[in-house]
Each structure stands twice: as structure tokens, then as C-alpha cells.
């Protein structure tokens, strides 16, 4: 066992784990944070990106105690309070899901790209930058939309920063 | 994936030391590689020495004609990097190709150079651009680093510090990604050095990297893409597999050198 200490969604969590447990493992079973998706546990759909000291990684592929002494922020954390998050609240306006199963990884990914590329996203931008984010039910069409007005919205909503 | 002992070493020397302690044992960087091939048992190592909190591994410093990467830094930050971006543009072009947005935050240079994957990108940039890989023993040519796919000359415990790259007069790196898995189906990397030009392809070769003599010559004499007019690489040292046969990627490394090319006297 290893004991491990991070900071996710906020709270200080410490724990003894097998060092094998990957952080996916830990978020949904130690802490019960099941909005972190396990789609393909082979680094390629991005269901369970989640972001790791603000940057957007695959937690399918990273061990929880390489995640010691970070700050971890998963779908659950983003909203304020009772108040989706602009990038959340885009995906339900445009329809921006079918299933639902790839979303909170693309939403995750999505608040990733407005952080580095801003609030002004065209197409082709958005449809490069969520090549590791993969959807199985909607065409992708809706939720480069959502993500586009996610990204207008995020830049009207100054919570939406507070919340990384 | 097996069960291993972690270990987490603050510095270089701590790392090796537990290295040379710990039986079976393998470092960890990014785990892009590293944790898909214990998940598939297809790697086991009773110990694992994680590099991830070693500062000085990390870092990117140019000093006279040379650009210095730390084995830790990840492919978004060479991409992203102002001083790689003025040195050696094609390098920071070449990062950014790499993978998808989420693998850039995680995978290193250090790994995947001492990975030496048949498709990885890195190799052919090294090759190219006749980088020298900085280990905490030795400094080791690219020339006589990469010996064959997932073949390196590194030792049992040896780590690669940093990767030192001269910096060309003119580069580019052309890329041809499989869609699926974003690999290099083929990529091309070419730099001019004072000494002449280097080319060095990557996801091709049956023996992995390696670099084109007879273009390299005609690139020396004339660094103009019709210099490369009626060259062509033989086939049968070639990749064949579902994704492409040998014909068809002896005849990308045509079309991508010509790309490189252009891309690099464009600029
Ligand atoms: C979905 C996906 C897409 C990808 N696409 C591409 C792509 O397009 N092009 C490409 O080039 N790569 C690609 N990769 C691979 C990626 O770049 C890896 O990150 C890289 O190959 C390995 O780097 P790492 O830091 O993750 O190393 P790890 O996986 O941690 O380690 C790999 C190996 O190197 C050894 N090692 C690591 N660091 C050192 C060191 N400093 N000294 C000595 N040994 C060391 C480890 O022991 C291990 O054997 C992709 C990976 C994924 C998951
Ligand atoms: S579950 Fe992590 S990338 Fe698919
Ligand atoms: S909505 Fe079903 S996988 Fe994307």
C-alpha cells in the first residue's frame, strides 16, 4: 500500500492504495465519483478525462499516486452549487449528447480547450482539438456546437473560472 | 496489471541507486506507453520508479547552437514552448502531431525516445536533427541510439536526462497519421546543418528509424524538393501490416520527404 494526497473537486482526500489502482479507480471507487467514465481502458476514447492540475488527461492512463500532492477536478466539480456550468448547460441546450456516456469526458475536455485556446472557437478548431474524445451515438455535429457556445458562454460566467 | 512496488525518488541519482537495487524493475515518465503494456500484461515489472517528481529532468534551455530538452517534459510543453518555437519550429510542430490533446499533457520526450515505438515521432526528429541523448552515464549519438524497434543502446537502469539538439539551418517534419491510432503511418523529418542534410523516417521502416542516404546526398547538393526527382526507397525494408503494405509506405516516403521539404524552404 502507498498512501496518496490530493486535492479533488476541492477537498483533501488521503488514502492507502494499491499502487496499481489508476486514478479512474480511485475517483469512482474509493470516492464514489462515478461522473468519470471508463469507455475503453485502453487511452484512445477519453470518457474519463478529468483535469489534473488544470490540464485535461485521460485517468484511465495515469496511476492515482502519481497523482499525489495535485489538484484533481472531475465533472462533478464544475458546477456552482444547483447552477450548471456554462460548458455543461451548452451540451443540454444543443443537444450536445445521446446516450450520455462520452459526455462528461468531452465536457471536461471542452472547458480544457477554452483554457488554452479562449472563448472564440471556430469548427475546425473545436473538431481537432477533441480527437481523443470519442462519441458514439451523436455525429458529433451538436457537440461541436455545444462546445462553441460553451465556450461563448464560459467567457460571460466569471464563476466558470473559479470553479478550476 | 500485476501488482508492483512504486517508488519515488527526488532526484536522479536516488532514482538510479534504487534502480540498481530494486530487481525488475522499470521508470515511469508520462505511463503513456508504459501503463496500456502492464494493463495488458504484457510488461510486469515487480518495481516501479516513477521520474515524475525529479525537477532535474525538466527544463528547455538554449545555449549557443544548441536546444536542451529535460526527459520529462511533456509533448504539450515542447509544443508549446517559446524557446523551442524560435530554435527549432519543425520540433514544436512535430510535438503538437503527436497523439491527442490528453496524451501532449502526459507523454514525455525521455519516454518516448527510450521507448523507440516503430511510429513514434521523436526518433525520426532525433535522427534528423542529429540530436545527442544525454543519460545520467554517457552521452549517446541519436545515430548509435536507436538500434531496431523498441531497441535502444541504453543499459539496464540507465536514464536519459535530457536530449540535446544542434540547431539546423532549416527543418520540417511531414506526417502522415494513421486516423485511428494518430501514429505515423509515415512522418519524415529533414534538417539542414552546416554539414549537410539529414533525413530520417519514421513509421516505415521494418527495422524502425532510419535515415535515407541517397536523399540525404541529393538534399546536400540541392535543398530543393525535385532533388528528390526518381529517388525511391526499396520496398522490401518496409512495414507491411493492415494499416499499409510496403508498396504503399515505400511510396509515402517519397511523397512525405517531398512535403518536408517544401515545408521547410517555404519558411
Ligand atoms: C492514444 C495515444 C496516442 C499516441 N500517439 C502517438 C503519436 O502520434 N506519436 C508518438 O510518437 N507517440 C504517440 N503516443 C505515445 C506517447 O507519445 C507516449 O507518451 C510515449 O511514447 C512514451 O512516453 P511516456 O512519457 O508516456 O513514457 P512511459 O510510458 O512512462 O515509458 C515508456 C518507456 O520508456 C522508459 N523511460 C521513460 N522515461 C525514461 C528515461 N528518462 N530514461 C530511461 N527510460 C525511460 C520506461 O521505463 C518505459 O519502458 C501515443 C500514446 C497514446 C496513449
Ligand atoms: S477510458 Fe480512458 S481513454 Fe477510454
Ligand atoms: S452520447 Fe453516447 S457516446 Fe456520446
Known amino acids: 500500500m502507498t498512501t496518496v494526497s490530493l486535492t479533488v473537486n476541492g477537498q483533501s482526500v488521503t488514502a492507502d492504495v494499491d499502487p496499481r489502482t489508476l486514478l479512474v479507480q480511485f475517483l469512482r471507487d474509493n470516492l464514489r465519483l462515478t461522473g468519470t467514465h471508463v469507455g475503453c481502458d485502453t487511452s484512445q476514447c477519453g470518457a474519463c478525462v478529468v483535469h489534473l492540475n488544470g490540464q485535461a488527461v485521460k485517468s484511465c492512463t495515469v496511476l492515482a499516486v502519481q497523482a499525489n500532492a495535485s489538484v484533481v477536478t472531475t465533472i462533478e466539480g464544475i458546477a456552482d452549487g444547483g447552477e450548471l456550468h456554462p460548458m455543461q448547460a451548452a451540451f443540454r441546450e444543443h443537444h450536445g449528447l445521446q446516450c450520455g456516456f462520452c459526455t462528461p469526458g468531452m465536457i471536461m475536455s471542452a472547458i480544457d480547450i477554452v483554457n488554452r485556446k ?29 462546445v462553441a457556445a460553451g465556450a461563448r458562454g464560459m467567457a460571460q460566467e466569471p464563476l466558470s473560472q473559479a470553479a478550476e | 496489471m500485476y501488482a508492483f512496488e512504486y517508488h519515488r525518488p527526488t532526484s536522479v541519482k536516488e532514482a538510479a541507486s534504487l534502480a540498481g ?53 511533456k509533448h504539450g510543453e515542447v509544443a508549446n514552448s517559446a524557446e523551442v518555437k524560435q530554435a527549432v519550429p519543425a520540433l514544436a510542430e512535430m510535438a503538437e502531431l503527436i497523439g491527442d490533446p490528453h496524451v501532449r499533457n502526459r507523454g514525455t520526450i525521455g519516454g518516448s525516445i527510450a521507448n523507440n515505438d516503430p ?42 536526462t535530457h536530449v540535446s ?54 538534399l546536400s547538393a540541392n535543398f530543393t524538393p525535385d532533388a528528390l526527382n526518381g529517388i525511391v526507397v526499396a520496398e522490401d525494408e518496409m512495414n507491411s501490416d493492415i ?25
Do not use: W
Open chain 2, 243 to 267: 494499416h499499409a503494405d510496403a508498396a504503399y509506405r515505400a511510396h509515402l516516403v517519397g511523397v512525405m520527404a517531398r512535403r518536408a521539404v517544401e515545408a521547410a524552404t517555404r519558411a
Open chain 2, 165 to 218: 539538439f544542434p540547431i539546423p539551418s532549416q527543418a520540417a517534419y511531414a506526417k502522415f497519421r494513421n486516423p485511428a491510432s494518430r501514429y505515423a503511418l509515415v512522418g519524415v523529418f529533414v534538417a539542414k546543418h552546416a554539414d549537410g542534410v539529414r533525413v530520417a523516417v519514421t513509421g516505415a521502416g521494418s527495422n524502425g528509424v532510419f535515415r535515407v542516404q541517397e536523399m540525404e546526398q541529393a
Open chain 2, 119 to 160: 511510429s513514434a515521432d521523436y526518433p525520426a526528429a532525433c535522427l534528423a536533427l542529429n540530436a545527442t541523448i544525454v543519460t545520467n552515464q554517457r552521452k549517446i549519438a541519436a545515430d548509435d541510439f536507436f538500434q531496431g524497434i523498441f531497441t535502444t543502446a541504453l543499459e539496464e537502469g540507465e536514464i536519459i
Open chain 2, 21 to 73: 537495487q530494486a530487481e525488475d524493475m522499470k521508470f515511469l515518465a508520462g505511463g503513456h506507453t508504459l501503463l496500456p503494456t502492464m494493463k495488458l500484461r504484457l510488461a510486469g515489472p515487480a518495481n516501479l520508479i516513477d521520474l515524475g517528481q525529479i525537477a532535474e529532468l525538466r527544463g528547455i534551455e538554449r545555449a549557443g547552437d544548441a536546444l536542451t530538452i529535460g526527459a520529462m517534459m
Open chain 1, 118 to 146: 479562449g472563448n472564440a472557437l471556430d469548427e475546425q478548431t473545436i473538431r481537432a482539438e477533441l480527437e481523443g474524445n470519442l462519441c458514439r451515438c451523436t455525429g458529433y455535429h451538436n457537440i461541436v456546437k455545444a
